[in-house]
């Protein structure tokens, strides 16, 4: 993974609360057995008609939606499916932070698996962020800061773990593999085995 | 110091614990795969050649973009769409390339991933089960710590047989009262829903425990603890008793002789102590509970089947959901017309689950202009259908009889809700699309459902059951 130390972008506003990741990628695309070209489906019924032309009320239809790398989003971002298919596709089309009051357990920890970060701000910087779609934010990964509003900035929650290898480009499962010694010697004395 | 449930089960599987600077690792008993969240974490391994560290404590099927049409197997019939063929046969060689004993189309014991490890009886009280796929929570109900992760961990799972995690905090959800005749655990746990919110249990591991949580049986069981993550929860559990030990009792995968006796004196420890703490505790009371129906496109918006639909309060949020399930605030859902019922799911497709929808169709008929689904959840709840002539009731009533799979829960094989159609479905998503592209989702238990399918509109199954 490549590291990642500063976001700085526009944003884009999705203000409905509980979108799910079958609003963010339809099931109906997951037989795919690659990674790569889901943005094309990224929020694909929301951000289409039925004909297919794109919805020009949706978000990230308005042109200044585009380049955005950062989303703020309706509190409960993320909820439903464990599909890692909504990470992939919120990156393949651009999008690298989200940012609500609260992002679902299963999302946030695919997110930083794959360099996707999830930000969860005080309802009151939320609001905020709610009423300025366009607005240029920094995001300061290694100080744990969101920059917003020229000059403000709050400070959010990052595990410690999930920083260093933001950071460092660290490959969790290349950690993993290294505590292998340790792994066999909890196999071999539990007093149990499965 | 007393323990939970939780902390006892993740207190057994610290491969190292967690410190300020590193996550746990977690060690990880059953590993449950099937096609849709595997193929990338496979290709890793290719990429980095790495093996499956323990084929042996993974369990492989397919579930949800096979077919569910009859025949005696997914050979004699189409698998809709190229990619879902692909997918497939990918399975079938990721599985045989890496030494996974895959349940596959022609196994007697393939079904929902979530159904055959406990009918097997892989799933067991004190085990730590995983799986790409949310509703892993559902293994829960055997007190085991089971949830759902993405395909890079997936891949973790694969190589190490291990997860990085960070401890989750407790929430105990104490159930008083006994459940009335009509009401099932499906209507308990879309009431704690309601109730709690979709982000009541963000963070936390869930413990549902009281008097109706004893009385159940473990299909309902199952139905509660598989629906946790539609409150955001990590995972649900309910501590292992006689009734789960009677359950795994003599199932294949189970420990058999003195390791059973041995096993079970490991499980019967597996309770939250007098005087465990937990972060935070709900109450619920199901004395009065009445059949539950969602009325939106989140499983917290969910109404008593006579109640009416509450007003948005100008919340766009609300009146989106209502928009989309074209709805009015107001009135109850019970003079809603349906189009489509479908029985099936990890949540209900068990055989009591069955037996429940099958008591109201017996001697009716699916209302015209009806079509209902019913889906077992395993090739093995199939054959016990049929062995007491299930079957026989919902042909004879107008709805279709299918293989099983996940079908209409998540419309990738196929089975899907057309456009703007409404649906009362035992599965656990009524999100946007989730059972089709415009699809309307209300969810139900199986006896509402089945209700609903004979009146033609969503309907209390309470009349049904005076009149049977």
């Not at chain 2, 007697?108 to 009280?125: F, N, S």
């Not at chain 2, 107008?398 to 829960?409: H, K, L, P, V």
Request: proline share 5%.
């Amino acid at each position: 993974m490549q590291p990642i130390t500063r976001i700085r972008s526009t944003t884009v506003v999705l203000p409905t609360r509980d979108i799910d990741t079958d609003q963010i990628i339809p099931a109906r695309f997951l037989t795919a057995t690659s990674r790569e070209g889901f943005g094309v489906q990224l929020f694909h019924d929301l951000r289409f008609n039925k004909d297919g032309s794109p919805n020009p009320g949706f978000a990230l239809n308005q042109p200044a939606a585009a380049g955005c790398a950062v989303l703020v989003a309706g509190n409960n971002f993320g909820c439903g499916s464990s599909r890692e298919h909504a990470i992939w596709a919120l990156l393949d089309y651009g999008i690298r932070a989200v940012v609500s009051t609260e992002i679902a357990d299963i999302f946030r920890n695919n997110g930083l698996k794959n360099g996707l970060i999830s930000i969860v701000v005080d309802t009151q910087t939320h609001q905020w962020l709610l009423d300025n779609p366009g607005t240029e934010v920094e995001i300061d990964i290694a100080r744990t800061t969101l920059r917003f509003a020229g000059d403000k900035t709050v400070a959010f929650q990052l595990d410690d773990f999930a920083r260093y290898c933001l950071v460092g480009g660290i490959d969790q499962l290349g950690f993993l593999r290294q505590r292998m010694p340790d792994i066999e010697n909890f196999e071999q004395n539990r007093s149990w085995t499965p | 110091m007393p323990s939970t449930l939780f902390e006892k089960v993740w207190h057994d599987h610290l491969v190292t614990p967690e410190t300020p600077d590193t996550p746990a690792i977690l060690y990880i008993d059953l590993h449950l795969i099937h096609e849709v969240t595997t193929p990338q974490a496979f290709a890793l391994l290719r990429e980095q050649q790495l093996p499956v560290r323990r084929p042996d404590l993974t369990l492989a099927t397919m579930d949800h973009s096979t077919p569910t049409l009859p025949g005696a197997s997914f050979k004699d019939v189409a698998i809709v769409g190229a990619s879902a063929v692909k997918q497939i046969s990918q399975m079938q060689k990721n599985c045989a390339d890496f030494g996974i004993a895959l349940l596959d189309h022609d196994s007697d014991d393939r079904g929902i991933v979530h159904v055959i490890g406990p009918e097997l009886g892989a799933t067991q009280p004190g085990k730590t089960i995983v799986c790409g796929d949310s509703h892993t929570s559902t293994h829960g109900a055997f007190g085991a710590l089971a949830f759902g992760i993405g395909t890079t961990e997936v891949g973790h799972v694969l190589a190490t047989q291990c997860l990085l995690q960070r401890q989750p905090k407790t929430l105990a959800v104490d159930i008083s009262g006994r459940l009335g005749a009509g009401v099932s655990a499906k209507d308990l746990i879309l009431a704690i829903i309601g109730q709690i919110g979709v982000n009541g249990g963000t963070r936390h591991v869930l413990e549902y425990r009281g008097a109706a949580i004893e009385a159940m049986g473990m299909d309902a069981r199952m139905t509660v603890c598989n629906m946790s993550i539609e409150a955001g929860a990590r995972a649900g559990m309910i501590a292992p008793d006689d009734t789960t030990v009677n359950y795994l009792a003599g199932r294949p995968q189970a420990p058999r002789g003195r390791d059973w006796d041995s096993a079970v004196t490991r499980w019967r420890r597996l309770v939250s102590d007098d005087g465990a703490r937990f972060d935070a505790m709900v109450s619920v009371d199901v004395a009065r509970l009445g059949p539950m129906v969602t009325f939106g496109t989140n499983p917290g918006m969910v109404i008593g089947i006579n109640e009416a639909i509450p007003d948005s309060r100008g919340d766009p949020s609300f009146r989106k959901a209502l928009d989309y399930m074209q709805l009015v605030p107001g009135k109850p859902l019970t003079d809603t017309e349906v189009d489509v019922v479908f029985v099936g799911s990890c949540t209900n497709s068990r055989l009591s689950d069955l037996q429940d929808a099958a008591a109201i169709l017996k001697g009716r008929r699916v209302a015209d202009g009806v079509t209902m689904l019913v889906v077992p959840g395993s090739q093995q709840i199939k054959e016990q259908a049929e062995a007491i002539g299930l079957d026989k009731i919902f042909r004879a009533a107008g709805a279709q009889w299918r293989e099983s799979g996940c079908s209409m829960c998540i419309g990738m094989n196929g089975d899907t809700v057309p456009n703007g159609k409404l649906s009362v479905s035992t599965s656990n998503r009524n999100f946007e699309g989730r059972q089709g592209a415009g699809a309307r989702t209300i969810l139900a238990s199986p006896i509402t459902a089945a209700a609903s399918a004979v009146s033609g509109r969503v309907a209390d199954p309470r009349p049904f059951l005076r009149e049977a």
